[in-house]
């Protein structure tokens, strides 16, 4: 069962003093813990966060969450016709300020990981999660290992890092059985019996003319047979009725202000309840995790007895 390591900002204090301590963090992450702040070990000023609450994204927007790209600097799915090029550009501001200091936050909290840590994109989620009218594979209520269809991490792993700013009301999550215990109950389902077999010379020959596409600037998505593993996972999960009713489930409820890091490949998750959350994603290098072999790239590797992922796909950038 996934425990709530609750962090205090000494321990923070402590670890950067002796950046030895941050292991066991790093290892209860990677067992499929949560890490819980209570208070915020990181700048987010109160301007900042009564900005955001003011901001009112329409509810029937066909995106999920407004979405702050750190590597173009670029913000997106900001729907509201209305906004101002001042509020757009404070909106980019914030956005940009709370990606760098959860990135400087957790490249000293979680210390093993700075050398292999990549920001992924940033998210502000103003909407209700709960009754959302969103098709079913969308749905962040519905119990689901994470993985991205445009952003393959080719065996790396998806760690993210939330903050509810609510003044009020706590954001209500669900989580239920780790990686290993999920690919044990699919174990007979056409997904886990086709990884089992052999990528044929077809598929490999069709992944390396992506590849060298990709290197002369056409905009392929080139995904590892890991990354089509874990997006069919997804949606097979947030498809199985049985699976969604039936799975032993722990609920939990994170407090107006607090923070809560999980990597989100390695345990079954949901979002019940809430609105008015920051996320940013990171994604942590297979290289610089303490125990790789209990990553899922190894469960699946070593449940399929060959590679999934093709080293020329695999450079961390």
Known sequence: MTQLISCSLNDFDEVKMRPEKARPFCQALEKGDILFFSDLPFSLPKEHQDFLLAQKQTANAHRKNIAYKPHKDLLTNFVRADVSKQDRQMFLHIMRSFSY????????????????????????????????NLRRRARNDLLHMDAFSSRPVHGNRILRCYVNIHPEKPRKWITAERFGEIISLYRDAPICLSLQKRTSNQKRIFREMKRWARQLGLPLTLRSTYDEFMLRLHHLMKEDESYQKNSPKQYWSFPPGSCWIVFTDGIANATIEGRYALEQTCIISQEALIDPKSSPLAILEAFSNQSLVTSAFTRFR
């Not at 979680?110 to 009754?131: C, H, M, N, T, V």
């Open 101 to 132: 200091e959860v990135e400087r936050f957790l490249g000293s909290f979680l210390s093993p990981y700075q050398s292999g840590l990549r920001l992924d994109y940033a998210s502000f989620r103003p909407i209700e999660e709960k009754g959302r």
